[in-house]
Every structure is written in structure tokens, then in C-alpha cells.
């Protein structure tokens, strides 16, 4: 069985990565699969592509400027003839000669994929800038541990990615839609949301979901009453599971 796209990858290896102990959320500062272990110090990133290509390895490159665990994933098909699957042990050795990772994830028709891990990252010898690669893992980090679940796909190159900065939006959204007609107050929704950069969003404006009426008063457009349909699923995860705290950037 041949996968059509490189996201049918994602929940087998977040279903592999969870078994291990890892929380898992997709798409996060533009990483396929993020994980978190509480015994480890650096994020699991796992970057994945239908099949072993350069873009992979560019890619892991880059991942490696945030942390040093990074694996390359790929599908491992038995019916698809070509060099890349039939030199496995090269392509396993030069990943470790890199420091990545290496995985394959094989499908069946009629029984759940098979995850197969051919190497574990490693330490290369190539420098690493110590100042970048701590400000990108922070970053990382924070934009993991601000989402209040995994809402996306990861591989996705095209849908509307749920990022922390959208979900608190999305709350502030909310909290509006339920205010009087006469609109509300960034320091009223701020109370209300525990959002603290609640005025940010509201003047920001990122998504034009909010309209300011007088000075102080905000109401919601009517693309800010659409997106409460549309991510209502989003919204109804995140009210058991909130997060305050500052961000300042859309995604």
C-alpha cells in the first residue's frame, strides 16, 4: 500500500512516540511532529516525507539548529520499486553520519502500520550556533506547551494551522460574542479570558475577527462569528485546558 500523502504518516508516528512516553502535537513553528518527554531535555522533532529525498534532508538540517533529537520519517513501501527502497542500510548510514534519526512507517491493507526505527540521532560534527539553537528551542517549546491540544495534521502545507496565538484569538473571540451589544472592553475580556496581551489581539487585529466601535469598545465581525463555527471543536478543548502568558506573533 502507497500513501497519497506524507500526513498519513503523522498518526502512526504519534501513536508510536505516545507508546514511548512522549506528549505529541503536530505542526508546531512549522515542524511536522513535535514531542515532549518529562525526562528529556530537548523536544523530539520528527520531520516526514513520502519518500527519502533532499528536501528531507534540507529540512533536518534545519531541525538541527533547534535539537539534536530529530528523526527523518519516510514510507517504507513494499510494492514501490526504486533505488531509495532498495538502499535502506545507505540511507541509514548516512543519517547517522548527519545525526539524525531515521524511521519508516510500512502500511497494510488489512493491519495497523508498522513503525520501524533504523537509527536514533546522534551527535554530529558539524557546529552548531549555541545562542540560535537555544532561542529556537525556547521558541519551540512555548508555542508546544501554549496550545491546549493537537489540533493539526502533521505534513499539512496548506490547511489553517491552530497555533497558540489563534486559539487565545479564538478565546477573546468568544468572550465577545457573548458580550452586550454595546461591545466590551480589552480590560473586561482580559478578566474574562485570562488572556493578558487581550488588547494586543483585539488592536492587532491579525485575522479581522474584531471591529472597534468607540474608543475602549470592540465588537466581533462577522468572520469572527464564522471562525466560532468553524473552530468549535478547538474552543470546546480549550475551555478545559487554558493557558495564559504573552504571545506576540501570528502564525
Known sequence: MTVRHETELYEPLKAFFKQHG????????????????PEESEPLIVEMKKT?????????????QISSQVYLAVERSRTKRGAVNQRW?????????????????????????FVEV?????????????????RRTERLLYEFHER????????SSRAKLVTAYREKALRVAQALADAPLEGASPASLKNLTG???AAAILQHNYYGWFER??????VLTSAGIESLGQYAGVLEAAS???SGGHFAEGD
Do not use: W
Not at 491546549?148 to 505534513?155: A, E, K, T
Open 148 to 155: 491546549s491540544g493537537d489540533y493539526n495534521i502533521g505534513g
Open 118 to 134: 533504523l537509527c536514533r540521532p546522534g551527535i554530529q560534527d558539524m557546529p552548531k550556533t549555541k545562542t540560535k539553537t537555544k
Open 213 to 218: 466601535i468607540s474608543r475602549g469598545r470592540y
Open 52 to 64: 527519502f529525498n533532499l528536501a528531507l534532508l534540507l529540512q533536518g538540517m534545519e531541525r538541527l
Open 22 to 37: 512522549y506528549e505529541i502535537k503536530g505542526e508546531v513553528r512549522h515542524c511536522d511532529l513535535v514531542g515532549v518527554h
Open 89 to 113: 542500510g545507505e540511507i541509514t548510514r548516512l543519517c547517522r553520519k548527519l545525526g539524525f534519526g531515521l524511521i519508516t512507517v510500512t502500511f497494510f491493507k488489512t493491519k495497523p502500520p
Open 195 to 197: 488572556i493578558g496581551n
Open 240 to 242: 478545559s485546558s487554558t
